[in-house]
């Protein structure tokens, strides 16, 4: 099992009850606001380092819905998300920097964060009126669309 965490701004920041020697998940807020909604994180994985005191890795800028409200607001600490909650990867290389994480991590973070793109029964319960403006909208200085890999995906994505 993995845990999630929400960090400061600077995302190396020590959230309360880490355990130094289990690498986790890091989630920044972005306070940019999209037409009302507010869904917009930057995913990191974050492992303890002897060097110094975390070594991070960017996997990228994910919309997290919150099908209750306008606003996401991740608990502080949790496992997965639940049913009131679906994602969405908004990088170019957000599936890919995943997938470099290895096959079976890469699987359990798309599941946890009950990413659309992964999982179309997450997509079709989560379809509701306004879904599509928070996820797929393009987040600020993006001029591009997100171009998901054709190679090295994990069993089941987009099946």
């Known amino acids: 099992m993995i845990t999630y965490f929400n960090l400061d701004a600077d995302g190396l920041n020590t959230p309360i009850g880490r355990v130094d020697s289990e690498p986790y998940l890091g989630l920044v807020k972005d306070l940019w606001d999209d037409y009302g909604f507010s869904t917009l ?4 994985y974050i492992t303890p380092s002897q060097n110094k005191p975390y070594s991070r890795q ?3 800028k994910v919309k997290i819905l ?3 409200n306008r ?3 991740l608990p502080g600490k949790f496992d997965k998300l639940t049913e009131r909650y679906c994602s969405l990867g908004q990088d170019d290389d957000y599936y890919n920097n995943l ?3 290895g096959g079976s991590l890469s699987t ?5 964060l009950r990413d ?6 997450v ?3 989560n379809c509701r009126v306004g879904m599509a403006q928070p996820l797929l909208s393009p987040p600020p200085s993006s001029n591009r669309t997100c171009r998901f890999p054709t190679s090295g995906l994990p069993d089941g994505f987009m099946s």
């Open 41 to 44: 994180f930057t995913l990191y």
């Open 108 to 112: 359990r973070i798309l599941n946890d």
């Open 66 to 68: 919150d099908s209750m």
């Open 116 to 121: 659309c793109a992964y999982n179309e029964e």
């Open 99 to 101: 997938i470099s994480l």
């Open 123 to 125: 997509l079709n319960a």
């Open 71 to 73: 606003a996401t607001d």
């Open 58 to 60: 960017l996997i990228g």
